[in-house]
């Protein structure tokens, strides 16, 4: 059976360590980014030197989170460090050389599959930029550079706190780095507040080509190559569309089905947990998360992956258990 550490141990594992490269995973969302940024910036401040692995895809929102951050060409590391990384299989084609050279993992994801030597795990945890933050408090270090991008991880993994993974804890870390004198009225607007009249035109085509089932209580919306075309949407104007079908009165459960090319299809869910395990119904196709967001990918039209996730929601709500 996998053993996990403890936020005080990693704490003492990265004191006694040096020369590190953070890892993100692909796709990355605020919170793998933001972790990344936060534990970056808290490294330098206790004088080591520390680099974080460029990303190969994140969104321009995102991205200036890591400027001045990232490891120049040829940076050779000696601890590699994953956050909120649940499998290799989410490190981007830039970690792969990386991958057996996971010294430590920290993560909050249930599905988390034990890859590196060792293990921050808290899956109690709405955003593993709570974990950060904890550790950040055993090596006694802590400032508005570090906070910012950690706010970021924290608000962006939690719906800006409205998700039902939100605890007493996230509130009390979110304090704790506003605290700092961090922009965070800036920083909600900036993330929650401000949508490009391209993804305004994009909502309206699911609205227009969206399902609904098990009499409304269920919302799949399937964004296909040609709608992304008629909106002229980019990746950076899909972010968290699950969470917006999730604002219709009456729908529970929620799946967006983003068409690419090559014939695949990324499926993401959103449920209300208590009724319909969203970990297991992703893991029925291959996927995996936690039990109210999860995510999966299927090879296929966008008609076919629709089929495929109802198949796999059916079943799961035929169980007589969510746990």
């Known amino acids: 059976m996998p053993t996990t550490i403890t936020a005080a141990q990693t704490a003492e594992f990265l004191k006694q360590h040096d020369n590190y490269l953070i890892l993100t995973h692909k796709r990355p969302d605020g919170d793998t980014i933001g972790c990344a940024a936060g534990l970056c910036q808290a490294l330098r401040a ?15 929102l995102l991205a200036g989170y890591l400027d001045g951050l990232t490891a120049p060409e040829g940076y050779e590391p000696d601890t590699v460090v994953s956050t909120d990384v649940a499998t290799v299989n989410l490190l981007p084609d830039n970690a792969k050389p990386y991958q057996e050279r996971i010294g430590l993992a920290i993560d909050h994801h249930p599905s988390n599959e034990f890859f590196a030597k060792e293990t921050c795990l808290e899956a109690d945890k709405a955003a ?38 939100t605890t007493p804890h996230t509130h009390r870390v979110a304090a704790a780095l506003m605290e700092q004198g961090i922009p965070c009225q800036a920083l909600n607007k900036k993330h929650f507040r401000t949508k ?33 075309a008629e909106a002229g949407a980019t990746s950076e104007d899909t972010d968290d569309l699950a969470a917006f079908l999730g604002q219709i009165a009456g729908v529970l459960h929620t799946a967006t089905i983003r068409e690419h090319e090559g014939g695949e299809c990324r499926i993401s869910v959103r449920t209300k947990a208590n009724l319909l395990n969203a970990t297991r119904v992703c893991a029925r196709l291959g996927g995996g998360g936690h039990k109210a967001a999860s995510g999966c990918t299927v090879k ?24």
């Open 46 to 60: 206790m004088g080591k030197t520390a680099h974080v692995l460029p990303s190969l895809d994140a969104t321009a």
């Open 128 to 165: 593993c930029g709570e974990i950060i933050w904890k550790i950040c408090g055993e090596l006694g270090v802590m400032n508005a550079e570090i906070a910012t991008p950690l706010y970021v991880a924290v608000a962006t993994d939690c719906g800006c706190f409205v998700y039902a993974n």
């Open 196 to 228: 490009s009249m391209r993804r305004m035109k994009l909502e309206s085509l699911i609205l227009q080509n969206m399902h609904l089932y098990h009499d409304g209580t269920v919302a799949v919306a399937p964004i296909s190559l040609g709608m992304m």
């Open 300 to 323: 296929g039209t966008v008609e076919e992956a629709e089929k495929a996730i109802l198949a796999a929601i059916d079943g799961q709500l035929a169980q007589p258990s969510q746990d």
